[in-house]
């Protein structure tokens, strides 16, 4: 079962490979972020996580973390530009932007969806 906490992690860190060494983009990594991290791994369900993000940010926010997430697995499942603008309201730029980190990027957009297509062949939900 993925922890709902670790997805969102991924799915909002920057970083890049190298040699098999993670390195999260400087210009994010400070004491602060590690700390809200760390906060974020301590989630423990889903109703945690919606208590938590409630909190700290706006209802626009999680959204758009949501649609990016919906666009990514749009766009990995095949689907056109204008498939995913009509499904889920994203901008032409959105979905650029996604496309390009799931083409080209760090990796964590196909992590996340590989760990996604597993629970659902297990048939197992959080």
């Known amino acids: 079962m993925i922890n709902s906490a670790a997805l969102l992690k991924c ?7 190298s040699d098999g060494v ?12 590690d700390k809200l991290f760390e906060a974020i791994l301590l989630l423990r ?4 996580c919606y208590s938590f993000f409630e909190d700290i940010g706006t209802v626009s926010e999680i959204k ?10 749009m766009l990995d499942a095949g689907k056109t530009y204008r498939e995913i603008h009509e499904k889920t309201g ?4 959105t979905i650029s932007r996604v496309s390009r980190a799931l ?3 760090a990796d964590g957009y196909r ?3 590989e ?3 597993e629970i659902e062949r297990s048939g197992k939900k959080d």
């Open 11 to 17: 799915f909002v860190l920057n970083f890049c490979v």
């Open 22 to 33: 993670i390195f999260l983009n400087s210009k994010l990594r400070s004491e602060l972020v």
């Open 45 to 48: 369900n889903k109703e945690e």
């Open 64 to 73: 758009a973390f949501a649609q990016r997430l919906e666009v990514a697995k």
């Open 90 to 93: 994203a901008s032409e730029a």
């Open 103 to 105: 083409n080209y990027g």
């Open 111 to 113: 992590l996340i969806l």
């Open 115 to 117: 760990r996604l297509k």
